[in-house]
């Protein structure tokens, strides 16, 4: 049981997290006078951690949800979304921010609808809640 809170948890930070980041390098990640490439300001790096770590920090949850075949954890994503969005808005609100916004609340829906619809198709092992 709460290992389901945990994962939910995990879930609901990692990805506000990564919005925090993905925002902050739309913020500071522009190139002036139009130049097709150029280096980040040293400020990008920290955003770049938080896009790191929300990523890579959402695979133990991933790992836990498929092994015991519960997809309620995965309620934390659009969680974490909708604070995600707050947070991106908040930065700002021009085009970037909103392709940001839209993409984070897509993602997270389609992963939680996807992944439940192929954890159902699975019957419950042996000891595992839902087993008779």
């Known amino acids: 049981m709460i290992l389901r809170w945990v994962v939910f948890a995990l879930f609901t930070v990692t990805v506000s997290g990564l919005a925090w980041g993905v925002s902050g390098m739309v913020e500071n990640g522009g190139c002036p006078d139009g130049r097709n490439r150029c280096a980040g300001s040293p400020e990008v790096v920290k955003y770049f951690v938080a896009v790191m770590v929300g990523a890579f920090g959402m695979v133990p949850g991933f790992v836990a949800v498929v092994r015991t075949l519960d997809w309620r954890p995965l309620l934390g994503l659009p969680t974490g979304a909708v604070i995600g969005t707050g947070i991106t808005l908040w930065r700002g609100q021009t085009l970037g921010f ?3 916004v839209v993409a984070l609340l897509v993602g997270t829906s389609a992963l939680t ?20």
């Open 98 to 100: 909103w392709i940001v």
């Open 113 to 132: 609808f996807g992944l439940r619809a192929t954890l159902a198709s699975f019957p419950p092992a042996e000891g595992a809640p839902g087993s008779r």
